[in-house]
T-cell receptor
């Protein structure tokens, strides 16, 4: 059975801190790994990672994939209260787009 | 681009009633996905379609759930009869040629 495990489940940080979120996976067929951000509404796309070792970056967010060790990390630097959300990791497991989601990490950034 | 459109946004119904959720995918996207999200189980894939054909419905919890996609711009998820444990947020998502799925705003379903 395909599994995607995220850690930690939740964390609370102060504005300005750096956050590192982890996502490990065990799937039969790996095509790519995606990160989404979910505030009190629908998940919104952040990154898609297909190759190991290539960092994807968008502003203060960055992510990298390790296909040998089967994990990815999402970093958020200089956190702001607007970064408070649930961050979801998902693995694409077939050519039609089937995503296996992890349970998410809830991040709370306090002023 | 209007994004994925779902209706209704909120639905409150009584146990035993039929519920129909609707989704309009992004124009040009050829894959459509229905998800359910609860605190206990997270985001679960229920069923997905490619070019209007159901590919995998193994996530549909039981026979009370059914989904259709009669054309490229419309899909429905029906629950009949509904039960309190069906209360959740139901998301529809669509995907084009790239691997990214774009989610609709969701329908919050409450079954009393």
């Amino acid at each position: 059975e395909d599994k995607v495990v995220q850690s930690p489940l939740s964390l609370v940080v102060h504005e300005g801190d750096t956050v590192t979120l982890n996502c490990s996976y065990e799937v039969t067929n790996f095509r790519s790994l995606l990160w989404y951000k979910q505030e009190k509404k629908a998940p919104t796309f952040l990154f898609m990672l297909t190759s190991s070792g290539i960092e994807k970056k968008s502003g203060r967010l960055s992510s990298i994939l390790d296909k040998k060790e089967l994990f990815s990390i999402l970093n958020i630097t200089a956190t702001q209260t607007g970064d408070s959300a649930v961050y979801l990791c998902a693995v694409l497991t077939d050519s039609w787009g089937k995503l296996q989601f992890g349970a998410g990490t809830q991040v709370v950034v306090t002023p | 681009d209007a994004g994925v459109i779902q209706s209704p946004r909120h639905e409150v119904t009584e146990m035993g009633q039929e519920v129909t959720l609707r989704c309009k995918p992004i124009s040009g996207h050829n894959s459509l996905f229905w998800y359910r999200q609860t605190m206990m189980r997270g985001l679960e894939l229920l069923i997905y379609f490619n070019n209007n054909v159901p590919i995998d419905d193994s996530g549909m919890p039981e026979d009370r759930f059914s989904a259709k996609m009669p054309n490229a711009s419309f899909s429905t998820l029906k629950i009949q009869p509904s039960e309190p444990r069906d209360s959740a947020v139901y998301f529809c998502a669509s995907r084009g040629d790239a691997d990214t799925q774009y989610f609709g705003p969701g329908t919050r379903l409450t079954v009393l």
